[in-house]
């Protein structure tokens, strides 16, 4: 079945730098994806919903400034944690669209630890 | 807006014993409804789906689920628990034409016991 990868699956970095993780449809193209951020022993909870070649849209609540999403292909969306502080440290879970289908599938997350 | 219920946070049974999650949701219209199982820093796992037709939904891994449309609710079941099967259940809903985003519910623990 079609997949959905991110990477890096765990990343470990200090307080004020900035963080990039990818999400990546690999055998089928997806115009949107979405960007999910889980705290522990929590539900998924939305920041943003991310379309091919424009602006993503954020949840309410979530700093658009802080968590950079572009989605520069149709296979290729990023979310870039800026200035990273002990509190933005989750799990970030990325879903994509396929286009063709319209099935939905998850990637299998990113744990971010921030020191 | 879409919600999503789970009303129980732990579920612990035996294996071999019968299983069933409760999800209620609150939409104005029929929504697409989901079922997904995390494993422990896993990411989601669809177990089955619901956009329409059979109420009755059959899913990977034994588990099925049934939409009754009168009480709101997309209740999980497997008639028979593994011990594999202890994880982190969710249920989400879905708007029809937009049903790629999710809304997930507080999540279900599930412990399987010996």
């Known amino acids: 079945g079609a997949v959905v990868s991110q990477h890096p699956s765990w990343v470990i970095c200090k307080s004020g730098t900035s963080v990039k993780i990818e999400c990546r449809s690999l055998d089928f193209q997806a115009t949107t994806m979405f960007w999910y951020r889980q705290f522990p022993k929590q539900s998924l909870m939305l920041m943003a919903t991310s379309n091919e070649g424009s602006k993503a849209t954020y949840e309410q609540g979530v700093e658009k400034d802080k968590f950079l999403i572009n989605h520069a292909s149709l296979t290729l969306s990023t979310l870039t944690v800026t200035s990273a502080h002990p509190e933005d440290s989750s799990f970030y879970i990325c879903?994509?669209?396929?286009?063709?289908?319209?099935?939905?599938?998850f990637g299998e997350g990113s744990r971010l630890t921030v020191l | 807006a879409q919600s999503v219920t789970q009303p129980d946070i732990h579920i612990t049974v035996s294996e071999g014993a019968s299983l069933e999650l409760r999800c209620n949701y609150s939409?104005?219209?029929?929504?697409?409804l989901f079922w997904y199982v995390q494993s422990p820093g896993q990411g989601l796992q669809l177990l089955l789906k619901y956009f329409s037709g059979d109420t009755l939904v059959q899913g990977i891994k034994g588990f099925e689920a049934e939409f009754k449309r009168s009480q709101s609710s997309f209740n999980l079941r497997k008639p028979s628990v593994h011990w594999s099967d202890a994880a982190e259940y969710f249920c989400a809903v879905g708007v029809p034409g937009g049903y790629q985003k999710v809304t997930f519910g507080t999540g279900t623990k599930l412990q399987v016991i010996p």
């Open positions: 939409y104005g219209a029929t929504p697409y």
């Open positions: 879903s994509a669209g396929d286009s063709t289908t319209g099935e939905l599938f």
